[in-house]
């Protein structure tokens, strides 16, 4: 399985774009790279999903490099609501399962 | 009503004792998953399953079984609840003919085991 490294934590304000730099050095040929953000007692939710180059929903955008080694999800004009913790991850879906690591906790300050 | 539903949400129980939390879902996914989640720390795969008949131990499964009744109901149990038990566990699906790797999760059993 792909392991991830991520920061444990980001400071933000209100308003700015915040990147958050994911490394996933051994990334297999058919795996992709999934997000997800989790508030306080809650499961995680799905954010985002690519395999390359850039992946943009109503949330948030994914730019993954040729070489696929890293991706960065980027979170435009964040608000206090956006205070959570977010979770690289790294799988094709097929039957080996994904694996969470600590995620990066990203405080959202007014 | 949520499409993965776990149950119960809180419970507080004594060592030794045996505890079975529950999960159904109503979004027709064929794969199941149980996580744990400690203060401060990532989720950890206990069990999954890929079908009914299918049922695999994840990175964490020591002290726990579990039980697929039907396709929509995966079952956690702990035969002997010990205090390093104490988590929060969540229930998850996945469909494999959707997105790969999109998991929906339910809103969380917290456990206490005193």
């Known amino acids: 399985l792909a392991k991830t490294t991520q920061p444990i934590s980001m400071d933000s304000y209100e308003g700015q774009e915040v990147n958050i730099t994911c490394s996933h050095n051994?990334?297999?040929?058919?795996?992709?790279i999934t997000w997800y953000q989790q508030f306080p007692s809650q499961g995680p939710r799905f954010i985002i999903q690519g395999y390359k180059t850039k992946v943009t929903n109503e949330v948030a955008s994914l730019f993954i490099p040729a070489d696929r080694k890293s991706s960065t999800l980027s979170l435009p004009r964040v608000s206090l609501s956006d205070t959570a913790v977010y979770y690289c991850?790294?799988?094709?879906?097929?039957?080996?399962?994904?694996?969470f690591g600590k995620g990066t906790m990203l405080l959202v300050s007014p | 009503d949520a499409d993965v539903t776990q149950t119960p949400r809180n419970r507080i129980t004594k060592t030794g004792k045996r505890i079975m939390l529950e999960c159904s879902q109503t979004k027709g996914h064929d794969r199941m998953y149980w996580y744990r989640q400690d203060p401060g720390l990532g989720l950890r795969l206990i069990y999954y399953s890929f079908d009914v008949k299918d049922i695999n131990k994840g990175e964490i499964s020591d002290g726990y079984s579990v039980s697929r009744q039907a396709q929509a109901k995966f079952s956690l149990s702990l035969e002997s609840a010990i205090p390093n038990q104490t988590a929060l566990y969540f229930c998850?699906?996945?469909?494999?003919?959707?997105?790969?790797?999109?998991?929906?999760f339910g809103e969380g059993s917290r456990l206490t085991v005193l």
């Open positions: 998850a699906t996945s469909d494999t003919l959707l997105v790969p790797g999109e998991l929906f």
């Open positions: 051994n990334i297999a040929t058919n795996d992709y």
């Open positions: 991850l790294v799988g094709d879906g097929g039957y080996s399962t994904l694996t």
